[in-house]
């Protein structure tokens, strides 16, 4: 074919060879989506192209990459199975941040801790043991028994608390609140819910210098401990119910280093529950 066309040239005869020169049609990308156009060396514009190749029609009869991607997508579904393309759609967006902070809980000052004879009198409650419930009656009416916090209070700190009194039954409504030394040792400083009387150690009650005031069911008791001795070379107990002003119950808490004070509250009656709040 090549000898003849050559042969036809030297003659200057151009009917004889079309040669194909491809050009990219529009949207074209794959050399068998090319478009044919030919070229007569005789001039001849009307020289008619030579019959495709079979292997060159087949390759042009081949469908595009949308199309391959479908048809594969559609018998993936068909199977059940997942193509790469959905497997990309399925997976969640990663967003890169730091690791999760757990939750901010507020947890309470101390915990309440029964005395080893007063183990069985009293239940303690509550993730951090911040709920003390009397268990039955004691067996005395005319006393109360207390149950102490861990807490340890030394000179030179100041201490802040605050209760919630849940429960105070009607028959025996009566509570102390308080600090006692380490073993429940003296010294005493206790201040009871009925009429905000205060004992100290083993001398007679005395009344509120105000006037009776009972602490009730649901009150909130706010307790200030202060050991730093600014003013005095005592330390001072003071308390607050709800919303009220902060009052001095004691300006004589002895300041002495060798001995602390832990906080305490003491019960008589069946069910009375004392809660103790997160730290403010």
């Not at 081949?62 to 199977?79: F, G, H, I, L, N």
């Not at 969640?92 to 757990?102: A, C, F």
Request: glycine residues 8%.
């Amino acid at each position: 074919f090549w000898l003849k066309s050559l042969a036809a040239l030297a003659r200057g005869q151009g009917g004889f060879c079309r040669a194909p020169c491809y050009r990219a049609g529009p949207n074209r990308t794959s050399l068998w989506d090319m478009q044919p156009s030919f070229y007569s060396p005789g001039g001849d514009s009307q020289a008619k192209a030579p019959p495709i190749p079979a292997s060159f029609a087949e390759r042009s009869a081949r469908p595009s990459v949308a199309e391959a991607a479908s048809k594969a997508s559609a018998t993936a579904t068909s199977r059940g199975t997942t193509t790469p393309t959905d497997a990309q759609a399925s997976t969640p967006s990663i967003s890169l941040q730091g690791p999760e902070r757990p939750p901010h809980r507020r947890r309470p000052p101390f915990a309440w801790q029964p005395a080893a004879d007063y183990d069985k009198e009293f239940l303690i409650e509550g993730d951090f043991s911040e709920i003390v419930t009397k268990v039955g009656d004691f067996k005395d009416k005319n006393f109360v028994i207390p149950v102490a916090g861990t807490w340890r209070m030394a000179k030179g700190g100041l201490y802040r608390w605050t209760l919630q009194i849940e429960r105070a039954p009607m028959r025996r409504p009566q509570l102390q609140l308080g600090v006692h030394g380490i073993g429940h040792r003296r010294p005493w400083r206790l201040l009871a819910t009925t009429r905000c009387s205060r004992g100290r150690d083993d001398e007679p009650w005395c009344d509120r210098p105000g006037g009776d005031m009972s602490i009730d069911e649901g009150d909130f008791v706010h307790v200030e401990v202060d050991l730093r001795g600014l003013h005095l070379p005592f330390g001072m107990f003071s308390i607050a119910v709800n919303s009220d002003p902060f009052e001095v119950v004691f300006d004589d808490l002895p300041l002495d280093i060798s001995s602390s004070l832990i906080p305490v509250v003491s019960m008589g009656g069946d069910q009375s529950r004392v809660r103790l709040c997160p730290a403010y």
